[in-house]
């Protein structure tokens, strides 16, 4: 057969485009059950994939998650949350109304550059998933040489170089008139193969190295990680010694590392699962040179699309911390009331010695639908006076009952003083009906009562004795 009969052509976005003249009139009439409930589900999953990427990329990212997480697996992490995302904003949204009209209402234009991103971050993500196995396995096999050469720097600078050859591959590909849009299965553009072997070798490059590669890395990994635990003998000391600290630090260094490797494993599993069935449908139409039926070839090709949605998904459902993590970030960004004060220096004025007495006050906060409270602050200023008398002369009583523990030497001390037992009973009735009467005051005006509570404090640990007392009653 000569290799010139066996070329193929793309068929011309133009004759498929919304615009030309076989669509006339409106659109809405080209509607069917079928094509709405495709676009439902395109949208649903399109949702699903930027709001589960979105998430992980801010939790694994956020500084209380860092001990949780090497940062060699969360740059991987991140990088991997980021292609799916570019798939959820650039691919996938953009097949809404094509599955409802089965035509492209966005132009020759973006129907080229969508065919490029289409196959470029494919690949990368297949490469990406790659990296983190090998990650894993030299983590797991050579654990000094992982922590002494890896770092941030040579991270991002593999993962760029993929990149950039992922997206050189595809432009040589894509551009010379390498695209078409696809009206049955992926109803979006895609990368056009001139020959039947083109699309078979790309089908086999992105599936079989990348299954290979997953499957050895993390099947050695997880063997040498059970070996070890095996021939390592089991602690018989309950005493802490610098040996029994340092391996409470490796055995936490192995958990981490155990936990990041299950989980990066199981993502990766769950890709050969959804790619699998894809790279078989390519496989088989390619070398029957037969062509897949719709309803089969639309859920084949977003089953294997849909691995971005579930990439988080697996990573949320084995990792308890991201789940912890991620709901109260949730809760406390969406659910958290803003009129009340979250920081504890507008608390401070209690009978701590780290309150400030030059601090300022807090400013107004939104009015409030309870009913005002009276003025407290003038009230404090009337009687504060009084206040310090009454709860010094109580207070000291009762440090010279408990020191001393007899009536009778109490009794002279009264009578010496002036004072009687009803006369302190009442004192005391009275400094509690007025505490309770104005609850928590430097609560709310710690500006001016921090020092006064201070110098409270101060006053009532220099009274020991009675002589200071008397001292006091006869001053006043």
């Known amino acids: 057969m000569d290799s010139k009969a066996t070329l193929l052509v793309p068929p011309n976005v133009k004759n498929v485009s919304c615009s030309h003249p ?21 949208l649903m999953l399109t949702v699903g994939i930027i709001g589960a990427n979105l998430l992980v990329i801010f939790v694994i ?18 990088s991997l949350s980021l292609n799916d995302l570019a798939i959820g904003l650039l691919i996938t949204p953009f097949g809404v109304l094509p599955a409802l009209f089965h035509c492209w209402p966005y132009g020759e234009i973006y129907c080229q550059i969508q065919a490029l991103l289409r196959g470029a971050l494919s690949q990368q993500s297949a490469v990406i998933l790659v990296c983190m196995a090998v990650d894993r396995y030299m983590c797991a096999m050579h654990p000094d040489k992982y922590h002494q050469h890896s770092s941030k720097k040579g991270c991002v600078a593999i993962l760029s170089v993929t990149w950039t050859l992922c997206l050189t591959m595809f432009g040589l590909l894509v551009l010379p008139k390498g695209y078409y849009f696809n009206n049955t299965g992926l109803l979006v553009c895609e990368p056009f193969y001139s020959k039947p072997s083109h699309r078979i070798l790309a089908t086999c490059s992105l ?78 139409a390619a070398c029957t040179n037969s062509k897949v039926p719709p309803f089969l070839d639309f859920i084949v090709t977003w089953t294997a699309i849909s691995n971005s949605f579930w990439n988080p998904f697996i990573y949320w459902l084995l990792n308890a911390h991201f789940r912890r993590l991620g709901k109260e970030l949730f809760i406390n960004k969406c659910f958290a009331p803003d009129d009340e004060p979250t920081t504890s220096k507008s608390r401070c004025c209690s009978v701590s010695s780290e309150c400030d007495p030059n601090m300022l006050p807090m400013p107004p906060g939104p009015p409030s639908s309870k009913p005002p409270r009276p003025d407290l602050e003038g009230l404090s200023e009337k009687y504060w006076g009084e206040i310090l008398e009454r709860t010094v002369s109580s207070n000291s009583l009762h440090a010279l009952q408990r020191v001393y523990g007899y009536k009778a030497h109490n009794s002279s001390i009264l009578e010496m003083n002036g ?57 006043d």
């Open 22 to 42: 076989r669509y006339t009139g409106s659109l809405i009439y080209y509607i069917g059950p079928l094509d709405a409930i495709q676009a439902l589900l395109i």
């Open 419 to 475: 004072l009687t037992s009803p006369d302190i009973a009442g004192r005391g009735n009275a400094l509690s009906n007025f505490s309770n009467s104005e609850p928590r005051l430097c609560e709310h005006y710690h500006d001016i009562n921090c020092a006064k509570t201070k110098a409270f404090l101060n006053g009532q640990q220099s009274i020991e004795g009675l002589p200071e007392i008397g001292w006091r009653r006869g001053n």
């Open 207 to 284: 599936y079989f190295p990348t299954t290979m590669i997953l499957m050895y890395c993390y099947g050695s990994s997880f063997h040498a990680s059970s070996f070890r635990l095996v021939a390592t003998p089991p602690a018989v000391t309950a005493v802490t010694t610098p040996s029994s600290t340092s391996e409470k630090v490796v055995s936490l260094e192995r958990r981490l590392n155990g936990s990041a490797s299950r989980t990066m494993a199981a993502m990766s599993l769950g890709y050969i699962v959804m790619v699998t069935p894809w790279a078989i449908q390519e496989i088989v």
């Open 61 to 78: 990212n956020h500084r209380r998650y860092s001990p949780y997480i090497h940062p060699q697996p969360r740059y991987l992490l991140t």
